[in-house]
């Protein structure tokens, strides 16, 4: 079964070049460019995995993914992407309930190989 | 007319009354309920300076020289002004230190001297024998007037064998009553209150007295002041009188002025009543009014009762007797006897007080240091018994010496003169007091050369010519000086003539007295005792006399030794209870072997100054402790310790002050520090997001570009279009990050010259053109055909243009944008304003767009690739350049950015 991924960046380049990598790394994609389009897309899309930016308009990532702890998606993997790598920064990530922390810029492979890990192939 | 036992009978039962006033008061003093602490007693017995002389002598001076009269008291009403600066400051001085007469006053001040205390003492008894010599002439004048029944002519004093004479058994008589009243028993604080209360009924008795005769001859024998001035006025003689132009001048008014000024502070009865018998500082102010309501009711009536007794007798009868003659001749023998009765009182009053402050001086100051010399007298036991002998022969003779200038020179001096000569003796003792107590560079030989200076003055210019006028030099010396020397005439000394002889020896003799003082002192050559008294008397009123002072007594005995010195003058038992009193109040040991401390020699010095007076306390506690003499460095280091202390402790305050103020704007400085802190921070990590941001595709792409060789070519160059475009984007962040940092700090050159906007806004738009193409804007200028130049850098206004130019494409409406650039001439400037027709900037916004980072267009979709620093930069550069730049408030569609720029000064041409 192939695993879903939900892209979450308001930088179109970024949002480009992810979902490509997560293409070729087979998972299925789905994009969102702000915090209420990613509230959506997890309810229509129902990802396995969420690749969520922090900074962004409307509601930020922390908000977001504060929201989808709440709403009871514990199975959901949340990885946060920030361009600010401050320690404070991923505390605070970690504290609102993400499985992971990425700095921009990031390595792709490294990233591949988080999601992948977050992701094993035998789940259910 | 009046019987002489009717006389003797109303004198002696007057005296007895003032013996039992003065019995009821020493008794309720005992039991602790004193009558005489209120402010109201203490004004009476300052009342005491109305003597007979102003009882009887007024009179006889306004009939003589009008207003002449008025300086003797109007110098005590100017006194009384600064009573509470300088009389304040002596009692106080007094009663810390227990000095109890004038002459321990000086003594004390320069030093402990007793040659100085003694000096005073002789000077004060030379020139206040005369004085006392007044009121028996009095006591004895009136006494004669009363009895005589041939008249109101008064006898010559003299006249009679000295036996037969009252003079000399009113002297006999004061002597007892005051030895009684005054040397009783010995006090270390040497107060009377039983003797004050007397002198305050005695001042109650003389004024009532006066104030009846006076209304008696005012509206009994005339009809009133009015009457007596008109019926005066009709003799030109008298009419003179009435005049303010006294017959002896101005200057000689002055003199006499200053004269009971000095005085008035300084006459022994005075001190003694002001001073020594002073119980509270606050009675100062009720006597600060009382006591000048006292003297002018008690002169309210001189003049009437001059200008009516020369009305009535002319030149018949002596004006000085005119006040007890006027009811004689009246046939009032009643009405005499109370005025006798009052004058009784003045007299009396004065002789009591006087002696008995000058008998403390003579004890304490002069007999004391003497007997003291010798050892024998030193080591008996009892002196105190000693010092009230001595108190009591000294009163004795003080009287006795009184009656014998009275019946010797007084005959051919009238009242005021003998005062006056008096007066001018005492006034001798005031560069030395108020010197001391004001000036700490006044030395003892200074005080002493000033007044050794100032009383032979006073001897020459005064006592002198008082003699020739007795007859027993001649008569002529006043004027033609001794030996026919005129340069020293006792009248014209140096050829100063013009003078009355008073305001003659005033002069000279304060000249003399403070010029030697001043001269003296200022030639140094102070003792360390004496700058130690200089510093405790200057600096009374600033520091209580502290531990720090008794150092100067330093040396060592046991309490013992202490105890036998104070036994022999308090007794036993006073001497233990002093102690005992000592040793609750300070927990010191008093046992009989026990060391003295400084502060208990201190102690027991004081106490024994109150009764013997502070140079013999000295000597005497110098006989049991071994003095350690201290060296004037060590002095200098105690006085200077003093007032360094108070030195560094103003320093540091200011000092403090300082600190306070300075840590005060250190901490506004860090909170600025702080709050700048952040805002780098945040600006540092908000451009560090800006760099991330792009660097993350470049980087993706590189590496998908990387890891995916086998991409289409229409795949890589979608890839590398994005990388193209992120690199352009961060070297336009990196170019005006720094270019914000160059402007904010003020490190850019701007190159001002005068500008045509018209030509910038068609570079600019020019510049634009391949960016309105793209987005398919249109472009509208507006440009008129004259515009005044501004003054700007130009190229960086097109900087500024090129931004609000691309903000405007940027939003402008994507299917039919349109973009306006207009240019028009307001007060003093050119306006520049780009318009799109976009969405327009939502009021939130307005304000943040200026912020750096601030990016407006909040919808995913119409995000600029801008770096969110343009609008904060051009605000920045117009902001230099003098004008404003701003958001149309108009809310959308369409938004409108508005800059200004100054006009160019127009060179005339």
Known sequence: MTRRVLIVDDEPNIVTSLEFIMRRSGFETAVARDGDQALEEVERFDPDLVLLDTMMPRRDGYEVCQTLRAQGRTDLRIVMLTAKGRETEVAKGLAVGADSYVTKPFSTRDLVALVRELLPEEGP | ?909
Not at chain 2, 248 to 270: D, E, I, K, N
């Open chain 2, 1 to 909: 007319m009046v019987p002489t036992w009717v006389v003797v009978v109303v004198s002696v039962g007057y005296l007895g009354l003032l013996f039992a006033i003065a019995y009821a008061g020493d008794r309720r003093a005992l039991a602790g309920r004193s009558i005489i602490s209120n402010g109201a007693i203490y004004a009476l017995s300052i009342a005491v300076y109305a003597t007979s002389w102003t009882y009887y002598g007024s009179v006889g001076s306004a009939a003589e020289g009008g207003i002449a009269w008025l300086p003797i008291y109007l110098g005590p009403m100017v006194v009384v002004t600064v009573w509470w600066v300088v009389l304040r400051k002596i009692i106080r001085i007094c009663r810390r230190d227990r000095i109890t007469s004038l002459a321990d006053f000086v003594a004390s001040r320069y030093g402990k001297s007793q040659l100085l205390g003694g000096l005073v003492t002789v000077i004060a008894v030379l020139g206040l024998v005369p004085y006392i010599a007044l009121q028996l002439k009095a006591i004895s004048t009136t006494f004669t007037i009363l009895r005589d029944e041939a008249g109101p002519a008064a006898a010559p004093v003299g006249s009679v064998p000295v036996l037969q004479d009252t003079g000399l058994y009113a002297a006999l008589l004061l002597a007892a009553f005051t030895i009684v009243f005054g040397t009783r028993h010995l006090d270390a604080t040497e107060r009377h209150e039983g003797m004050v209360a007397a002198i305050a009924f005695e001042s109650l008795v003389k004024l009532v007295a006066f104030l009846v005769v006076g209304a008696w001859v005012t509206f009994g024998l005339f009809d009133g002041f009015s009457d007596i001035v008109a019926r005066a006025a009709e003799r030109p003689e008298l009419a003179e009188l009435l005049t303010l132009r006294t017959t002896t001048g101005y200057g000689t008014f002055f003199w006499l002025t200053v004269l009971s000024m000095l005085a008035f502070l300084l006459l022994p009865r005075q001190w003694q009543v002001a001073v020594v018998e002073n119980v509270d500082e606050q009675h100062l102010r009720t006597a600060s009014w009382l006591f000048p309501l006292y003297l002018l009711l008690i002169n309210l009536f001189v003049l009437p009762i001059a200008l009516g007794g020369l009305l009535i007798f002319g030149d018949d009868v002596d004006a000085d007797t005119f006040v007890l003659a006027l009811p004689m001749a009246d046939g009032s023998p009643l009405l005499a006897l109370l005025v006798f009765v009052g004058g009784l009182s003045a007299a009396t009053g004065m002789v009591i007080v006087e002696t008995i402050a000058l008998s403390t001086m003579v004890s304490n100051s002069l007999v004391m240091p003497l007997l003291l010399r010798s050892r024998g007298i030193a080591g008996g036991r009892d002196l105190g018994r000693l010092v009230l002998l001595v108190r009591r022969v000294t009163i004795v003779a003080l009287l006795l010496l009184g009656f014998a200038y009275f019946r010797i020179a007084t005959d051919a001096l009238g009242l005021v003169q003998i005062g006056l000569i008096s007066f001018a003796a005492v006034a001798q003792f005031a560069p030395a007091v108020l010197g001391g107590l004001y000036w700490k560079g006044a030395t003892h030989a200074g005080a002493m050369a000033g007044l050794v200076a100032g009383i032979l003055t006073w001897g020459h210019t005064l006592l002198l010519p008082s003699f020739s006028d007795s007859g027993w030099l001649p008569r002529s010396l006043p004027v033609e000086g001794p030996f026919g020397i005129e340069l020293l005439a006792p009248y014209a000394l140096l050829g100063l003539d013009g003078l009355d002889p008073v305001s003659h020896a005033m002069l000279w003799s304060m000249l003399a007295n403070v010029g030697f003082m001043v001269a003296v002192s200022l030639a140094g050559g102070a003792r360390p005792v004496e700058r130690v008294q200089a510093a405790v008397f200057v600096d009374a009123m600033r520091r209580p006399r502290g531990p720090g002072d008794t150092v100067l007594l330093r040396g060592t005995t046991t309490v013992g030794a202490l105890q036998g010195v104070l036994e022999r003058f308090v007794g036993p038992g006073g001497a233990r209870e002093a102690l005992d009193g000592y040793a609750a109040r300070t927990a010191a040991d008093v046992g009989q072997d026990a060391d003295a401390d400084a502060d208990l020699i201190h102690h027991v010095e004081s106490l024994l100054a109150g009764a013997v007076g502070t140079a013999s306390a000295r000597a005497l506690v110098s006989t049991v402790v071994t003095e350690e003499p201290l060296g004037m460095d060590e002095v200098m280091e105690i006085l200077d310790e003093a007032s360094q202390v108070r030195a560094y402790s103003q320093a540091l305050e200011r000092k403090s002050a300082e600190l306070e103020e300075a840590s005060a704007e250190l901490r506004r400085a860090n909170e600025q520090l702080q709050e700048l802190d952040r805002l780098k921070d945040d600006f540092v990590s908000t451009v560090t997001h800006e760099l991330r941001t792009p660097l993350t595709s470049i980087r993706a792409f590189s590496e998908i570009l990387l890891d995916n060789p086998d991409l289409d070519p229409d795949e890589r160059h979608g890839f590398l279009r994005p990388i193209v475009d992120e690199t352009e984007r961060l070297t336009r962040l990196i170019n005006q990050v720094l270019d914000l940092a160059k402007l904010e700090a003020g490190g850019v050159e701007w190159h001002l010259a005068p500008v045509d906007l018209r030509e910038v806004v068609t570079a600019a738009t020019t510049a634009s053109a391949q960016l309105f193409r793209e987005r398919d804007v249109a472009l509208e200028l507006d440009l008129p055909t004259t515009l005044p130049d501004v003054t700007a850098d130009s190229d960086r206004v097109f900087q500024v243009l090129l931004n609000l130019l691309g903000n405007a494409v940027k939003f402008a409406d994507p299917e039919r944008g349109r973009v306006r650039v207009g240019l028009s001439v307001h007060a003093g400037e050119v306006q520049v304003d780009v318009e799109d027709n976009g969405p327009g900037v939502p009021e939130a916004e307005r304000k943040v767009i200026f912020d750096k980072f601030r990016q407006g267009g909040d919808t995913h979709r119409d995000r600029p690739a801008g770096t969110g620093l343009g609008l904060p930069i051009s605000r920045e550069i117009i902001g230099r350049l003098g004008g404003r730049l701003w958001v149309g408030e108009r809310p959308g569609p369409g938004a409108t950015f508005s800059f200004t720029l100054p006009i160019a000064r127009t060179e005339p041409s």
